[in-house]
């Protein structure tokens, strides 16, 4: 079983910075593709950002991109999203899932993934 923990979530001001972590517990990371989702009160779990297992293809969401980046670092069982110049429509609750069927595939659909994280809070506003 696949358990995931997400960090680094917060209060920000608009035009700040945040960078998140999804961390594995007793399984390697590294064997399954992981995407980071957002879930705002009343709206759908829209998609982010997802990396490959082995990191060599990454996608983004048209709305994020060139804000946030999806990076991962299997020898810390640990897949990160940095994001620069938040703005207050990014506060949601932010997830991370694993998908271990399609581990080369960046998958970018909510129904690719059978693991998630509880999620971590981040608020943007002034």
């Known amino acids: 079983q696949v358990q995931l923990v997400e960090s680094g979530g917060g209060y920000v001001q608009p035009g700040g910075s945040l960078s998140l972590s999804c961390a594995a517990t007793a399984v390697s990371l590294s064997h399954y593709g992981v995407g980071w989702f957002r879930q705002a009160p009343g709206k759908e779990r829209e998609f982010l950002a997802a990396?490959?297992?082995?990191?060599?293809?990454?996608k983004h969401a048209d709305s994020v991109k060139g804000r946030f980046t999806i990076a991962r670092d299997n020898s810390k069982n640990t897949v990160y999203l940095q994001m620069i110049n938040l703005k207050p429509e990014d506060t949601a609750v932010y997830l991370c899932?694993?998908?271990?069927?399609?581990?080369?595939?960046?998958?970018?659909?909510?129904?690719?993934?059978?693991?998630w994280g509880q999620g971590t809070q981040v608020t943007v506003s002034s």
């Open positions: 990396i490959s297992y082995d990191g060599r293809q990454t």
């Open positions: 899932a694993a998908d271990s069927l399609t581990p080369y595939a960046a998958a970018t659909e909510t129904s690719w993934y059978d693991y």
